[in-house]
């Protein structure tokens, strides 16, 4: 029974499409939050939510727009996807310090 | 403002030595400290977690790592390493309160020789 699931797992697509990955937590969390992680392995913070509340929305450009309908679903839906986007995208959940559990991520390659 | 400095991309150790793995961390307020291990297509699993209790934080697989607010240092280490232990490994710094926002290091890529 996976904690935090997210699919697809992988997501091979052209440059201009539009494609949505998502991710659901059955841990009972109050947060979730959105990681990117390029070629280098350096992860970087998207965006966040609370009780679908949006608390976290870094530098991102707004051709990713991120919806959570409940606390336990946050998804990623990403506009006209540049050769750039790809990468491997990481949901998470936490509460409080406890700690964040990861997903095993969805890895986006742009062609 | 908060950053993690990891020394070291890559380290090399023979198996059954010890593992060290270095991380420093800046924080203008009391930090949770952790550190995480990624194996090949997978996601990050927690190994340990420093939240203000005890200074010195004993983990899974045997890893442990020490808090020291002098020297702003969070090193993660193992007596032995195994060759299972091969892993990418992150230290993230957040602060103790607010958003829980997890600021990452770079990462270091364990190999184990044997």
């Known amino acids: 029974d996976t904690a935090v699931s997210q699919t697809p797992k992988y997501l091979v697509t052209q440059m201009g499409n539009d494609k949505s990955i998502k991710c659901e937590q059955n841990?009972?969390?109050?947060?979730m939050y959105w990681y990117k992680q390029d070629s280098k392995k350096f992860l970087k913070i998207m965006f966040s939510?609370?009780?679908?509340?949006?608390?976290i929305n870094e530098t991102v450009p707004n051709r990713f727009s991120p919806k959570s309908p409940d606390k336990a679903h946050l998804n990623l839906h990403i506009n006209s996807l540049e050769l750039g986007d790809s990468a491997v995208y990481f949901c998470?959940?936490?509460?409080?310090?406890?700690?964040?559990?990861f997903g095993s991520g969805t890895r986006l390659t742009v062609v | 403002a908060q950053s993690v400095t990891q020394l070291g991309s890559h380290v090399s150790v023979s198996e059954g030595a010890l593992v060290l793995l270095r991380c420093n961390y800046s924080?203008?307020?009391?930090?949770?400290l952790f550190w995480y291990v990624q194996y090949p297509n997978q996601g990050l699993q927690l190994l340990l977690k420093?939240?203000?209790?005890?200074?010195l934080v004993k983990g899974i697989n045997g890893f442990e790592a020490e808090f020291k607010k002098s020297e702003t240092s969070f090193h993660l280490t193992k007596p032995s390493a195994h060759m299972s232990d091969a892993a990418e490994y992150f230290c993230?710094?957040?602060?103790?309160?607010?958003?829980?926002?997890?600021?990452f290091g770079t990462g270091t890529r364990l190999k184990v020789l044997a």
């Open positions: 841990l009972g969390h109050d947060t």
């Open positions: 939510y609370n009780n679908k509340e949006l608390i």
């Open positions: 998470a959940s936490s509460s409080a310090g406890d700690g964040y559990t």
């Open positions: 420093y939240t203000s209790a005890a200074t």
């Open positions: 993230a710094v957040s602060p103790t309160s607010g958003t829980y926002k997890y600021i």
């Open positions: 924080s203008s307020v009391p930090p949770y």
